[in-house]
């Protein structure tokens, strides 16, 4: 395992604990920085509507922990309902409640999941509850398979201020890197951070396209969009890195 003995790692994260136990279990110091907050849909009726209106062999499609959450408190999801995810986090979190996912592609991202997706009976409904700064993707790219993709809010995603402690570190140019976890805490982090470290690494493709059309150097795109193998492929390239040094 290689050490992360002496390095300060930013994780811009709103559910920060697993990779907290990661970077902690490398000896590191982990600097937690939501710099957003997850909040209620404008319409809490919305998604509990949304999932009365499925019907058996209609497909549910989850794209985060935050929409598997929302989706828990909406109610019961009907029987015969196809389940698909975009990675291994949101198949965790789904089979936390009890869903077992159909279909979780190899490349977690709105077009793995689109390349993997199975042959499906035209017309076919597919639910996706996103937060309230999702693109469209995912329903475009369903809707030229065929499908019907029903999409409802589910939760907001709200700016926040970045926390004393990480602002404070980031000034005095204490922290080693950097693990952003989409596209949206990205743009966030950069928008409000007195500094950033040359060591920014992401959980894949489409949070490091959104931290690059930031100004951002994507030092790391990881391999897998879980703690474990994000840490271990950041201290890896942190092994080479002379630490963070204060002005």
Do not use: F, H, K
């Not at 995603?157 to 950097?178: K, T, Y």
């Amino acid at each position: 395992m290689t050490s992360l003995v002496g390095r300060t790692v930013l994780l811009a994260q709103n559910r920060p604990e697993r990779w907290v136990a990661e970077v902690e279990a490398r000896g590191g110091v982990a600097l937690v920085a939501p710099v957003q907050t997850v909040e209620p849909a404008i319409d809490p009726a919305g998604l509990p509507r949304a999932l009365g209106g499925l019907e058996p062999g209609d497909w549910l499609v989850l794209t985060s922990p935050s929409a598997v959450s929302a989706l828990a408190a909406a109610g019961a999801v009907p029987a015969g309902i196809r389940v698909a995810v975009v990675g291994p986090g949101t198949r965790d979190a789904a089979r936390e409640i009890g869903l077992e996912p159909e279909l979780t592609p190899d490349d977690a991202s709105a077009a793995g999941l689109l390349a993997a997706w199975p042959e499906t009976a035209s017309g076919t409904r597919a639910l996706l509850p996103l937060s309230s700064l999702a693109p469209d993707t995912l329903a475009r790219g369903l809707a030229d398979r065929g499908l019907a993709p029903v999409r409802v809010e589910a939760y907001r995603v709200e700016p926040s201020p970045l926390p004393g402690p990480a602002r404070a570190a980031l000034a005095e140019r204490a922290v080693d890197a950097v693990v952003l976890s989409s596209a949206s805490s990205a743009r966030r982090l950069v928008s409000v951070a007195p500094w950033l470290p040359r060591v920014v690494a992401c959980i894949g493709e489409s949070t490091a396209a959104a931290a690059r059309a930031a100004g951002l150097d994507v030092t790391l795109v990881a391999s897998r969009p879980v703690p474990g193998v994000v840490v271990a492929e950041l201290a890896d390239v942190l092994r080479t890195d002379r630490p963070a040094e204060s002005p």
